[in-house]
């Protein structure tokens, strides 16, 4: 598919109010400001193309790239090609998009442990995304390789960089929901953490009390798995 093609329907998607919004949020142009509505149309009609999606990509347009994350083939991302687009993040909504790409990648954990430690404010970001994910959704992992990070995560968030600092609380959630073993963890580090303080710019958003936020899911499942009716035998 010919990407001027999909440049020039983006281009066309895009709205001034929507550009405004993105722009709150710190992206930068060039960008469309294309809705995730409109961009979830186009990834459907387009499916997987990682031809169109390496194309896009090096336009360094917003609405492109973000497009370009959800089209790409997971299994044709290089561990070479997944560095240089990481660095080119500038911004956390491209950043979250590249994670959520390269956490299906099988390179994931090893792209964690790579960029947890990174100076760089994205690619730090992108790794802690990462552990969230790994979190989240790998249960081949054993709580043992969770707790070292818990550590980390205590001993150096307040220390961090600004979106470095947001995306540490959120993987301490991830951790804390995993387990009940890693939730007595995680609370603990969260109450020594205290408030993480995170500049969020001209937008509502807010960084999330982690001991809340992990009691609350806990809570919420709990409930859920009680309301489900038994299976007999």
């Given at each position: 598919?010919?990407?001027?093609?999909?440049?020039?329907?983006?281009?066309?998607?895009?709205?001034?109010?929507?550009?405004?919004?993105?722009?709150r949020?710190?992206?930068?142009?060039?960008?469309?400001?294309?809705?995730?509505?409109?961009?979830?149309?186009?990834?459907?009609?387009?499916?997987?193309?990682?031809?169109?999606?390496?194309?896009?990509?090096?336009?360094?347009?917003?609405?492109?790239?973000?497009?370009?994350?959800?089209?790409?083939?997971?299994d044709?991302?290089?561990?070479?090609?997944?560095?240089?687009?990481?660095?080119?993040?500038?911004?956390?909504?491209?950043?979250?998009?590249?994670?959520?790409?390269?956490?299906?990648?099988?390179?994931?954990?090893?792209k964690?442990?790579?960029?947890?430690?990174?100076?760089?404010?994205?690619?730090?970001?992108?790794?802690?995304?990462?552990?969230?994910?790994?979190?989240?959704?790998?249960?081949?992992?054993?709580?043992?390789?969770?707790?070292?990070?818990?550590?980390?995560?205590?001993?150096?968030?307040?220390?961090?960089?600004?979106?470095?600092?947001?995306?540490?609380?959120?993987?301490?959630?991830?951790?804390?929901?995993?387990?009940?073993?890693?939730?007595?963890?995680?609370?603990?580090?969260?109450?020594?953490?205290?408030?993480?303080?995170?500049?969020?710019?001209?937008?509502?958003?807010?960084?999330?009390d982690?001991?809340?936020?992990?009691?609350?899911?806990?809570?919420?499942?709990?409930?859920?798995?009680?309301?489900?009716?038994?299976r007999?035998?």
């Amino acid at each position: 598919m010919d990407p001027a093609v999909i440049l020039s329907r983006l281009e066309a998607l895009g709205t001034a109010q929507n550009r405004k919004v993105y722009q709150r949020h710190g992206v930068r142009p060039p960008l469309y400001g294309v809705s995730y509505a409109n961009l979830g149309k186009v990834q459907k009609q387009i499916g997987t193309d990682h031809a169109l999606a390496r194309a896009l990509w090096s336009t360094g347009n917003h609405d492109a790239r973000i497009l370009a994350t959800q089209i790409a083939d997971p299994d044709m991302m290089t561990p070479t090609a997944i560095d240089q687009w990481a660095r080119t993040l500038d911004n956390y909504v491209v950043t979250d998009a590249l994670s959520a790409l390269v956490a299906r990648t099988p390179f994931a954990r090893k792209k964690m442990e790579k960029w947890i430690g990174a100076p760089g404010e994205w690619v730090a970001s992108a790794g802690w995304n990462l552990v969230a994910r790994l979190a989240m959704d790998d249960a081949t992992l054993p709580d043992s390789y969770f707790k070292p990070l818990v550590a980390v995560i205590e001993d150096g968030i307040h220390a961090r960089k600004n979106r470095v600092r947001h995306a540490m609380n959120q993987a301490l959630i991830a951790i804390g929901v995993r387990s009940k073993a890693l939730e007595t963890v995680a609370l603990a580090a969260a109450k020594r953490i205290g408030t993480v303080e995170v500049d969020h710019g001209e937008t509502g958003c807010k960084t999330p009390d982690a001991a809340a936020y992990i009691r609350r899911t806990v809570s919420r499942r709990k409930t859920r798995k009680a309301a489900r009716p038994s299976r007999r035998r």
